[in-house]
Each structure stands twice: as C-alpha cells, then as structure tokens.
C-alpha cells in the first residue's frame, strides 16, 4: 500500500476496533468523536455494526431497562469530569457490560496521574475497569478500556482535521507573561521561542503529547519514518516531541517509507486567517449558515427546499438538516473537493454542472439556462427532485451541496463579506501610507456609526466584524508601521479612544453574540456593566499588541506585508506562501526560520561533524511526501494556495494537509481573545 492511500484509509482503520465492541450495545460519545466519525461515514457506520442507539455523552442520558451493554467513545483523560459523567450514566441505567475507548493513550493516562516510570502493562485502564464494575453494582460484569486513536477527520484525500484539538492554539505574548509570572525572576523566558515542555500546565502538555501520540500512530500504520520541522514556538514543542517518542526510534530504523512533516504555527500569520480576500464559496458557507450542533467544522442545510412545505414557524426544526459531510457518493465527494479549492465561481458553475447532469440522469423535466449562476436557479434545479424519492435519495449528497451553495449565496449576512472585505483593501494601504494610530483611528467612525445597535443596513458591520478587522490591523502593524517611542504613545491614546467607543456600543448592543458572551463573560446584556466591558476590552487589546510581535523571532519570513512601490500597491503575503517558496526553491537553501527537530544520537553526532566536514542536514523537500501541519487552523483558501505553489514549483512532492481546525475569520477573535490557551480543556 502506498503511504498516501494508507493516509487516507487510516482514519477508518481507527474505527474498526470501536465498531467490534458495539453489537447491541447503546454508545455514547463526547462531541469531538462524533465530529470525527461524522466525516468517516457517521452513525451509519454505528449501526451497520451493530450498534442499538447512539446518545451524546452527558450526566443527563441513559440506557434503557432492557439494555444491558454501553460502548462509550471520549476524547479526553479518564479522570474527573469524563469519570463523573460515565459514573451518571452507570448510575441510572442497568448495565451489565461496559466498553471505554478513550483516544488519549495510556502513556499519557500515566503523566496525568503523575506517575513518571513506565509501567508494565495498563495499570491505570484495569483500576477504571474496576471502578467500571463497581458502578454497574456487581464485580464479576463485564469492562473494558482501550485507547483508540480515532482523531483523525478525513475532509478530503489531501486534508484532514483533528476535531480532539480544535482549540488548541499557539501561545502569544500575553501567554509568555503568565508562564513567566510563577517563575523565579533569574529563570523567566526571554521569548516564546525559549519556553519548554516542562514550564507548560499539564493540560497543555498532555495535548501536546496526545497530537504527536495520534500522529505517530499515523506513521506507523504507513510504515514511514518521518523528518519532522517547525516554523513557530508551539509547533517546536510538537515537532520535538514527535521526533522523541521512543516509538519513532524504533520506526526510524525499519520503515521503508519517508515523508517530512512540517509543523506551522498558525499565529505567525492572522492576516490570511481573519481576511475576507479568499475568492471562496466555502468559506462564505462556513460563514454564514448556522453551525452543526456540537460541530466546529460542519453547517446546518435548509432541507425544507426538498419538500413542499412553507416556511412559517411551524415548520421551523421539523426537517433534520443536511451537511457538508458526504461520505456516501463519489460524485458528492468530488464536487466537495471542488468547492472547496477552486475559485468561487468554477465552484458555483461545477455545483450547476452536477445538479443538471443528476436531474438529466433522472429524467426530470429541467430548463438549461447559461450565463450567471443564481441562488435561484441552483434552488430551481434542486425542486425538481422533490416528488421523486428515488432520485432524492441516490443524488442525495448533491443536493445538499447545492443547496448549502444556493443558501450562502442568498445569505443577508453576505453583503457584510463584501463590506468587511472592502475596508481590509482599505486599512492595507492605509498601512503604509501613515502611522498606526491614523490606522485605528479609521475604524472610530465604524464603531461611532451603529452604536444603537439596531444593525438595520444588511452591510453594516457588527462587533464581531470589528474585532476581526482589528485581528487584520494588528497582525501587520509593526512591519507596515515600525513606530517609536512617540508614536507608540499616540497609538495608546488611540487604542484607549477605541476601547471607549467599543465600552459605550457594546453596554448599548440588545443582544449579545456567542463571542460577545465568551469575551464578557456574561450570557445577556442586562449583566453586561460598563466596568466588565471596558475590563474585557483592556485585556484583548493587550492580546492584539502580542499579535503584532508574533513574527519578531523570524529571520526569513519576519513580514507578511508587502508595501506601495508607487507603480504597485501594497499587498498580502501569505506566510504560507513563503515558507512552500523556501521549501521547494530548486536551490534547497537552508532556512534559518525551517528548523530541524531531531530526536536522534546520530543527529547529534552530524550536527557536530558538520562543524569539520560538509555534511547534508535534512531538507522538507528531500522526500516524495509532504505533511504540511497547521496548529491552530487553515483556511480553503490556503488549500488552493498550497495547491498552486505545488503545482508551479512541479517538484513531484504528495502535500498532505493537517490542521485543528478549518478556519473562518470569525474562529479567531475566539481562539485569541476566549480561549484558555494555557490550560485545554482534557475533560477533568
């Protein structure tokens, strides 16, 4: 089997030893799983195997009197919380038979409660087996806990996502200054790039050792010894603990295949991850329909247009949602694939192209018409499988692609795309042509402008839409506008002038959004006080003045701003870019910002042979397969880039994608301003 087909199969591999364990029994799952087995064929799979119910994983479900099995499926450590919710299960239902999957592995399960040796066997698994008996009422039934590595999501042959991780982010200034507080004044961290494993929480390190335990567990099943790099502080710490596992090794000497792995902290660029500038029709899909319940990547679709019902609040609900998920059919799978790399138009023309080519197939009476794509005609063309069930369920996975493209299309929230996506073309000449607090200064009338917070004009922009715009300002701020001592004061007045306008628009907002809450810290506006909002807003302005010196460590690849030569205006550029330029550059030159993680004595032995005689360090481009694994997210748009730079450079090199998360610019503001980056939730 070859290492890109074996990438591809192993997220299923995975599942197998789960769906063994669930014939007639009721499963229950935490969200990051189900997230994860949703783009492996969900639930169906469940079933097929076996499987009598599936429930969410929550102190407020059971299983029933004449149901005497539970296969439960986590993605956390088997301590505190994850224990108290499995013991509520227990508790009210009358099980005879437990079954545990955890995807987090007993070596880790071991440094989470403190033991530093390595034991034989699985002591922590066989006590929860017993405390598994000791709920269920009586020692002689039956438990069991394993570890299965079931964090991969497969979004298409060349990206997969690990749900278990979404909210993993790398650590930025305000972070360091935590870390730094409980150290001794003599042993503080200079810089992001100094810190090490042991200064971080345990949470954050048992994440940590988690990602590189699923992804040696990929390495392994395709038989590949791995050369892992990193660009960025937290990708250093990941890149070295994978190259460290005794695991790897082992691997090292045996495996036939190769690959490089390239770990790229997604804070080192924002400006790619909050710009609207990506001529996507995912993106804008990710943005504006309503998210799938419990889901960080997939969207709730409008079924409704496939029936005959009307849309009153009646109805509203009544129709379980279609998705983005579909697994079933080859077809549906492809025209995924294309929307979500190409440009928003081939898109939009290829989601025509199927539906036209599904209801000729049918035979169903459909009116070409050429010329522009219209919401309207894609939801003309999705109609005509209403009355016929037959073809409804077999081009089932199209259909809901269309729809979901028609719904985005016709969104009222997409005039705000066009809006925020013209002031970021705004602000970036701005940039160069004057100083930062001229900059900010801009977005005053902005947040002055709708201070009612009526939000009536559909392009109007709302807080959260400023927060990222402010995201795009500071991620370029100091290679546009250096600055000095003056002007840094200037800037502050401004920011405090900014955090006025934000206090007064926010105390007057009549509802709060899901960030504004996260970010407050209260559930509505009626607790919301001026104090708690001017409070928040001083602590994510200390965040934005991090986000501007995330680069400042980077020789090669220190600016993603490119300014005005007269003839040319300033632009964007993309980290990403940059680092695929410097990888596949026919020349190979060593890049100081690309380092090698080793775990190896012989790695040593050459770095200090290399002081004597030529020796070749390893490249990213020495093998024929490229992970390319972005902590903290990418975008759709970046998937076309990466597309294209591999293209051009016509290096013959399989670039897999990975990443926590697929990005909209709305998940920033979250991951910088609410997340606890320090401390992960690992379910105790």
């Known amino acids: 089997m070859l290492p890109t087909d074996g990438v591809m199969s192993f997220p299923g591999q995975t599942w197998e030893k789960v769906l063994s364990k669930v014939k007639k029994a009721v499963v229950f799952m935490d969200d990051r799983c189900s997230e994860t087995l949703h783009w492996n064929g969900g639930a169906a799979l469940l079933f097929e195997a076996g499987a009598r119910n599936i429930k969410q994983f929550s102190s ?10 539970a296969v439960f499926v986590v993605s956390t450590v088997l301590k505190g919380r994850t224990a108290d919710i499995i013991k509520d299960i227990i508790s009210l239902s009358h099980f005879q038979y437990c079954v545990v999957f955890t995807t987090v592995p007993h070596s880790i399960h071991l440094l989470a409660n403190n033991v530093t040796t390595d034991l034989e066997g699985n002591p922590v698994f066989e006590q929860f087996e017993e405390k598994l008996c000791e709920w269920m009422g009586d020692m002689n039934y039956t438990a069991e806990v394993m570890h299965a ?3 991969f999501a497969p979004l298409t042959q060349q990206l997969h996502l690990l749900p278990a991780f979404s909210e993993l982010f790398p650590l930025l200034k305000v972070d360091l200054e935590a870390i730094n507080e409980k150290r001794p004044e003599k042993k503080r961290f200079g810089s992001l790039m100094d810190v090490d494993m042991h200064s971080l929480s345990p949470e954050l390190q048992i994440q940590i050792k988690s990602l590189a335990s699923a992804l040696n567990a990929l390495f392994e099943f395709i038989s590949t010894r791995e050369e892992s790099f990193s660009v960025g502080p937290l990708s250093r710490l990941i890149a070295g603990e994978l190259a460290g596992l005794p695991q790897v090794k082992n691997r090292r000497k045996s495996a036939p295949n190769k690959a490089s792995v390239v770990f790229i902290d997604r804070a080192l660029d924002l400006t790619g991850a909050v710009g609207h500038h990506g001529d996507n029709l995912v993106e804008k899909i990710l943005s504006v329909l309503p998210q ?6 997939d969207v709730q679709v409008d079924m409704l247009e496939l029936t005959h019902l009307k849309q009153t609040t009646d109805t509203k609900g009544v129709l379980a949602p279609g998705c983005l998920a579909q697994n079933q059919s080859a077809t549906a799978r492809l025209l995924w694939e294309t929307m979500l790399v190409a440009k928003q138009k081939e898109a939009v023309m290829e989601v025509r192209r199927q539906l036209v080519e599904a209801a000729s197939k049918e035979n169903l009476p459909i009116k070409m018409s050429l010329g522009r794509v219209t919401a309207e005609q894609l939801c003309s063309y999705v109609q005509l499988f209403r009355d016929s069930w037959g073809p409804l369920e077999s081009h089932s996975g199209v259909l809901q692609l269309g729809l979901a493209a028609a719904q985005a299309l016709r969104h009222p929230a997409l005039p705000r795309w066009d809006a925020c996506l013209a002031f970021e073309r705004l602000l970036l000449q701005a940039l160069g042509d004057s100083d930062l607090a001229e900059v900010l200064k801009q977005l005053l009338p902005l947040i002055k402008s709708s201070e009612s917070g009526t939000g009536s004009d559909s392009s109007e922009l709302s807080v959260d839409d400023l927060l990222v715009l402010l995201v795009y300002v500071y991620s370029m701020a100091k290679e546009a506008c250096p600055g000095g001592v003056d002007e840094d004061k200037h800037v502050e007045k401004v920011e405090n002038e900014l955090i006025g306008a ?16 996260e970010i407050t810290g209260v559930s509505g506006p009626e607790e919301l006080t001026v104090e708690r909002a001017h409070s928040a807003l001083e602590n994510m302005f200390e965040t934005l003045r991090g ?8 020789k090669t690849f220190s600016s993603v701003y490119s300014p005005s030569d007269g003839a040319h205006q300033a632009t964007y ?15 190979r030159r060593e890049c100081p910002d690309v380092e090698h993680m080793s775990g190896g004595l012989t790695d040593l032995l050459k770095t200090g042979f290399s002081m004597f005689m030529k020796v070749t360090r390893p490249h990213p481009s020495d093998h024929p397969l490229l992970f390319l694994f972005m902590v903290g997210g990418v975008t759709p748009s970046e998937l076309r880039l990466i597309r294209e730079v591999v293209s051009a450079h016509k290096s013959g090199t399989q670039v897999v994608v990975m990443s926590t998360r697929l990005l909209r610019p709305s998940d920033v503001p979250h991951l910088l301003f609410s997340t606890d980056r320090l401390k992960p939730d690992i379910g105790v």
């Not at 407020?60 to 099995?69: L, M």
């Open 573 to 587: 550029r993309p980290l990403l870019k940059q680092v695929l330029e410097e990888i596949f550059h026919p020349d």
């Open 292 to 297: 799938l319940s419990g889901h960080v990547t």
């Open 149 to 151: 590595p079931v964090v």
């Open 547 to 554: 986000v501007s010196h995330t680069r400042d460590h980077l």
């Open 502 to 517: 934000l206090t007064l628009r926010l105390t007057r907002q009549t509802s709060l959004s899901p960030l504004l809450q």
């Open 60 to 69: 407020f479900e059971a299983g029933g009197q004449n149901e005497p099995k």
